[in-house]
């Protein structure tokens, strides 16, 4: 990957950062964002806000999660290094506290299987399913396997009482994909035990016929 990718992939990661802490997705120094190099990825630092982000101070890592360069790491960075070894396809992660998928992970009716019903066919095309990981302590590296068993076949997953992780082909690809989650939570808060109607397995069956992941 050539230096100014990787710069082009710092000046990115900023940007949509300042996007999603200025419309409130995220709030305070929580979650973070990262972006897969030749050489291994790039990660924001601990303690930062994604609001103000400065692109030189983004650290850089080994493909194997070692600190190279750069502000220190996000505590966080099992959550994308477990993320990137199991989805080749994976180019960008994020990873928010966004209150209204905090809010459904915190509930304890959904189908940890599949938290989310296909309300919308964007939905449905943009994430397809969300499987429900179980609480661990942040920084706890059991989160890291916990989310493994389920990175290969889901481009999504949903921290319970935390918040969601999201990978892309591109950075914009996985902001989007985290807006879109985010906003079909803050829809199924005030329909669930309403009984809403959902997409049907036929029409599911036809977006994934006609746009297929
Ligand atoms: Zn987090």
Redo the contacts with the bound molecule.
Sequence with gaps: MTATTESKLRDTIAELGKSLFERGMTAGS???ISARLADGWLLTPTNSCLGRLDPARIAKLAPDGQHLSGDPPSK?LF?HGAMYEERASAKAIV???STHSVAVSCLPEVDPADVLPPLTAYYVMKIGRLPLIPYYR?GDQKLGDAIRGFAAKNRAVL?AN??P?VAGESLEDAAYAMEELEETAKLYLPVHGRNPRCLTEAQIAELRDVFPA
């Design positions: 929580s979650g973070n966080e959550l990873h928010l506290h942040p921290l935390h918040g992780v």
